[in-house]
């Protein structure tokens, strides 16, 4: 009985190393194969909060884009995890080690990275926030999606689809984190100055989790008969609308609108169940942020902000080229 | 057999439990959650219609069936806080055989259940062998499964596109005619299954003594550590079921939840009466304290009350029913 479950527990965490050490290898291979910057072009060290997601694969390929087109080099890195911070923070170290001529960093923690902030300043190495950002004084510029903006596009959409008039309940993942509340803001202000007639009836906080989404979603539309339409916030929120409108066989009578993308999301586009959503444009994200920073070697001035934009997507742009750009599974 | 009828001191006292001090706190969660379904009826008139009803029902299933399996645990005075990310892993070990593997849906299921067995054996030997205190072990195990459902999925959702029947074992409903989604008839399922593991069967008696007083259980010459095994895969069969049953109704499996619904889970079981300390408790107290719960969230979001104060009522019933049971304990 002992052998058998020390055996049993020793096969568990040897297979559970070996994967995660594939995965790993996977993972950091790309980072810093480059060295730096030997040549003669700029070298701009770009330390992402992500790597393998394809929401950082589009952001490394918009960064790319601009590195041809600018004619700079750059690298492009970034951890495993969201929640990897110290792993970032090395990332981060390697890059100003390489003596860079600008830094592009998106903060998973922006106090842990503030020492090393610091020293770019003092070095005189522009640095340039990216996606949410760093929340500092020290990064030249941001190059981020406007949430409140896009927020303010969802409810465009939904008021048209809906008519101009009627019930309209929000699904958001948080009431404290930055993309929550300016999605929410977005289309709550939009809905007040724009549509006198919608009536926003509910708005609700899901976590971003599909199941407790689905729950309160249908909950909305039992306390709500009459409900037109439904916007989820991100991908969690808007797929748990999407299960909700499916699990009380309502399709066709809630106008959902999403944000972000992701299978589920693309496939009740596809299926008519959702009528459509907001997209970030990591894309342009990456673009930016190496534009960004070419423009501070150069000595140009840079906005506080610079707005990637976003993309709306339906069942009639879904297959465009530049929409397959920036959504992803 | 034998050793039981040798120690009549524990015969006596579990023989009792279930029955007599038992019973109040089952009629006190009992009569809370009429009065609660009482007021929801008066206050808004979209509560007491049949949809809602399988609404709350259904959002029951997953807590319910992991608090069902965790009572088991917390009775024998242990705790689990495993089961949400485990619950999680054995989505996406179905995930992996039903999508990546192509096996089909009922071995599929089967193999998912069996994942949270495993799991839960796994917790029960480090606990009963190695000795490392439960809530230790289980938030070990809570980190190792959420790291591997992570690892294992590629941190991606695996979706069940390609078998569009699997769906149905959640959402689908079996009974023709009545609408009542499968997930809500394996919640009760497995809440009979619970109830007679617990009441008719041997390592029911020896949760409750292994809970009441676990060394008296050893010196009566029971093998605590083999039933305490047990007892944590069995729970860890019900992870597995809530895992099933997840995947099933999302579609999916998601790699990235799971993390904090132990904690409901738990907290169901304290509000249907069963002691944390062990030795006390019922099945069917945790079915009510389950659907306490979730007649509380859905009740309160039908009132469109802000998700904040939701959070605030739900804990504020949760002290009451401990301080119930602290009660009850005093007067006996």
Redesign the interface.
């Known amino acids: 009985?002992?052998k058998l479950?020390v055996t049993?527990?020793g096969l568990?965490f040897v297979t559970?190393v070996l994967?995660?050490c594939g995965?790993d290898e996977a993972g950091s291979s790309n980072g810093d194969s480059e060295g730096g910057g030997d040549s003669d072009k700029p070298y701009i060290a770009v330390v992402s909060k992500g790597f393998?997601?394809q929401f950082w694969q589009a952001v490394n390929r918009g960064a790319e884009q601009a590195a041809e087109e600018f004619d700079v080099e750059i690298t492009f890195e970034g951890p495993?995890?969201e929640s990897q911070v110290d792993k970032q923070i090395e990332m981060l170290r390697s890059a100003l080690d390489k003596d860079p001529d600008a830094i592009g960093f998106a903060a998973l923690d922006s106090k842990a990275a503030t020492p090393l902030l610091e020293e770019a300043e003092s070095e005189e190495i522009p640095v340039i926030a990216f996606d949410s950002g760093v929340d500092s004084d020290i990064p030249l510029t941001t190059a981020s999606t406007n949430n409140k903006a896009a927020a303010a596009a969802a409810a465009d959409h939904m008021a048209e689809l809906i008519g101009g008039e009627g019930k309209v309940a929000l699904v958001v993942h948080d009431?404290t984190s930055v993309t929550g509340v300016d999605r929410r803001d977005g289309f709550l202000e939009q809905m007040e100055s724009e549509y006198p007639d919608i009536e926003i009836?509910?708005v609700?906080?899901g976590g971003g989790?599909?199941?407790k989404s689905?729950?309160?979603a249908?909950?909305?539309m039992?306390?709500h008969?009459d409900l037109d339409g439904i916007f989820g916030s991100n991908e969690?929120s808007a797929?748990g609308v999407v299960?909700a409108v499916k699990?009380?066989g309502a399709e066709g009578d809630i106008t959902i609108v999403g944000f972000d993308s992701?299978?589920?999301q693309i496939?009740a586009i596809k299926d008519g169940t959702m009528a459509g959503a907001i997209t970030q444009n990591p894309v342009g994200i990456g673009y930016e942020t190496v534009k960004a920073a070419v423009q501070a070697i150069n000595g140009k001035e840079l906005p506080e902000v610079v707005d990637t934009g976003y993309y709306w997507y339906d069942q009639e742009n879904i297959d465009d080229e530049e929409i397959q750009e920036v959504i992803y599974e | 057999m034998k050793t039981e009828v040798s120690n009549p001191g524990i015969e006596k006292r579990k023989s009792k439990l279930p029955f007599k001090s038992g019973a109040l706190q089952q009629i006190l969660a009992f009569s809370s959650l009429i009065v609660l379904i009482l007021f929801f009826s008066i206050t808004?008139r979209?509560?007491m219609?049949f949809?809602?009803i399988m609404?709350i029902l259904?959002?029951t299933s997953?807590i319910g069936i992991l608090a069902l399996g965790t009572t088991l645990v917390i009775i024998t005075g242990g705790i689990d806080l495993s089961i949400g990310t485990a619950m999680t892993l054995c989505s996406v070990m179905t995930g992996v055989f039903i999508t990546f593997l192509g096996l089909p849906i009922p071995i599929g299921i089967l193999l998912g259940i069996l994942s949270g067995g495993?799991s839960g054996?796994?917790v029960g030997?480090a606990v009963a062998?190695m000795k490392i205190p439960p809530f230790i072990a289980t938030l070990a195990m809570m980190m190792?499964a959420a790291?591997?459902a992570?690892?294992?999925s590629?941190?991606r959702?695996i979706?069940f596109?390609d078998t569009p029947a699997f769906t149905q074992v959640a959402?689908g409903s079996i009974i023709p005619g009545i609408e009542i989604p499968n997930a809500v008839l394996i919640f009760f399922l497995m809440a009979t299954i619970g109830y007679i593991i617990l009441n008719k069967t041997v390592i029911g008696r020896y949760t409750f003594s292994i809970g009441s007083n676990e060394e008296s259980t050893r010196l009566s010459g029971v093998n605590v550590n083999?039933w305490k095994i047990i007892i944590y895969s069995i729970a860890g069969l019900f992870t597995g079921v809530a895992g099933v049953v997840?995947a099933a109704?999302?579609?999916?499996a998601?790699p990235a939840?799971g993390m904090g619904y132990e904690l409901e889970a738990i907290a169901a079981v304290v509000i249907g009466g069963t002691s944390l300390s062990g030795g006390k408790g019922t099945m069917v107290g945790t079915v009510i304290g389950a659907l306490i719960m979730s007649v509380l969230?859905?009740g309160l979001?039908?009132?469109?009350v802000p998700?904040?104060w939701q959070d605030v009522v739900i804990g504020i019933v949760v002290i009451f029913a401990v301080y119930a049971d602290i009660l009850r304990r005093r007067n006996t």
């Open positions: 009985m002992k479950f049993l527990f568990f559970a994967v995660a995965e393998q997601h495993e995890s009431q009836v509910d609700q906080y989790d599909h199941l689905t729950d309160l249908k909950t909305m039992q306390a008969p969690g797929i299960n699990e009380m992701g299978k589920a496939d | 808004s979209n509560f219609e949809s809602n609404n259904l959002s997953v495993l054996f796994l030997s062998k190792i790291g591997l992570l690892v294992i590629g941190t959702p979706y596109s959402l083999r997840m109704r999302l579609n999916s998601q939840l969230t859905n979001r039908i009132l469109s998700q904040e």
